[in-house]
């Protein structure tokens, strides 16, 4: 049987330890872009409210118009 390299063994030992950092971050900024995505969902969530009550009142003001030009015009 051959022997350990103590070097190459160090070698493969921080580039273990390199991996397991960059994982550690890798999921930290996922778990960071989860909460934005989730925040960002919310608030599109509230815009959809308030375009449907700016959709209403819009809807409700063309109307109005439209039958005050329809009573002055006589038509």
């Known amino acids: 049987m ?10 493969l030992h921080q580039k273990v330890d390199d991996y397991q950092k960059k994982l550690e971050t890798m999921e ?3 778990d960071k872009m ?3 995505l989730e925040h960002l969902i919310a608030l599109a969530n509230q815009g959809r409210g ?5 959709m ?3 809807s409700a003001f063309s109307t109005m118009a439209g039958w005050a030009i329809h009573w002055v015009t006589g038509k």
């Open 2 to 11: 051959s022997e350990i390299d103590p070097f190459r063994y160090g070698v």
């Open 28 to 30: 930290k900024k996922m």
């Open 34 to 36: 989860e909460a934005n």
């Open 50 to 54: 308030g375009f449907w009550m700016g």
């Open 56 to 58: 209403l009142i819009v």
